[in-house]
């Protein structure tokens, strides 16, 4: 079952626009969700992070929403630069235990 | 700091032969994590070290596969007789003490990807 789930496998934006990253899980057990990303033959990359705790965590142009009634979580890259077309990981972990991923999300940011 | 080192980068075997991949981890870090990505697929968790112990599997870890962190530096992945299923990438991650590993965070090699013809 996927705990993590990244409903668009793709999404195309302007340059200079709002990108909006979606993300669903089903274990309200998770108490760190996490960003990651990636371009191809790279390892992803880590982005930013939200305690289970919080509700919002910004990190210069990308900010993090959480919303846990609805298990949703959600990234905004404000404003979208051609440098941010990667692949986009949802993560997710419950207290000590090696991460859970999403299947990820193809951003590509149209200049 | 270096990163994280994965080698071989690329690994073309025939099915049925063995492979073993190597991964060093960032040297202050004591967690080292094995992940399998397919065409499509998020990463997924094989398994994980702390030091030189085996803490967890993973259920998509078959008898074929075996992990190792001898000394709690490096580490290897051997598949023992391949199938085309195994086709994937193999990616290392590492998380070090503290804060990172309060958060979760890992860092990440580059991977080694693996075509079983």
């Known amino acids: 079952d996927q705990q993590v789930k990244q409903n668009s496998p793709s999404l195309s934006v302007q340059e200079g626009r709002i990108s909006i990253l979606n993300c669903d899980y089903t274990n309200s057990m998770f108490d760190y969700f996490l960003w990651y990303k990636k371009y191809p033959a790279e390892g992803p990359t880590f982005l930013i992070s939200i305690s289970s705790i919080k509700d919002k965590n910004e990190d210069g142009r990308f900010t993090v929403f959480l919303n846990k009634s609805a298990k949703h979580l959600s990234l905004h890259i404000v404003p979208s630069q051609p440098g941010d077309s990667a692949v986009y990981f949802c993560a997710a972990r419950v207290l000590n235990t090696p991460l859970v991923f999403g299947k990820g999300t193809r951003l590509s940011v149209i200049a | 700091d270096t990163g994280v080192s994965q080698n071989p980068r690329h690994k073309i075997t025939k099915r049925g032969q063995n492979v073993t991949f190597r991964c060093d981890p960032i040297s202050e870090h004591n967690r080292l994590y094995w992940y399998r990505q397919t065409l499509g697929q998020g990463p997924e968790f094989l398994t994980y070290?702390?030091?030189?112990?085996?803490?967890?599997k993973s259920r998509l870890l078959s008898d074929r596969f075996s992990a190792e962190r001898p000394k709690g530096s490096f580490s290897t992945l051997e598949i023992q007789r391949t199938e085309q299923g195994d086709s994937a990438m193999y990616l290392c991650?590492?998380?070090?003490?503290?804060?990172?590993?309060?958060?979760?965070?890992?860092?990440f090699g580059e991977g080694s990807r693996l075509t079983v013809l």
């Open positions: 070290f702390q030091n030189e112990a085996q803490l967890e």
């Open positions: 991650a590492s998380s070090g003490r503290l804060t990172k590993q309060l958060t979760g965070e890992l860092f």
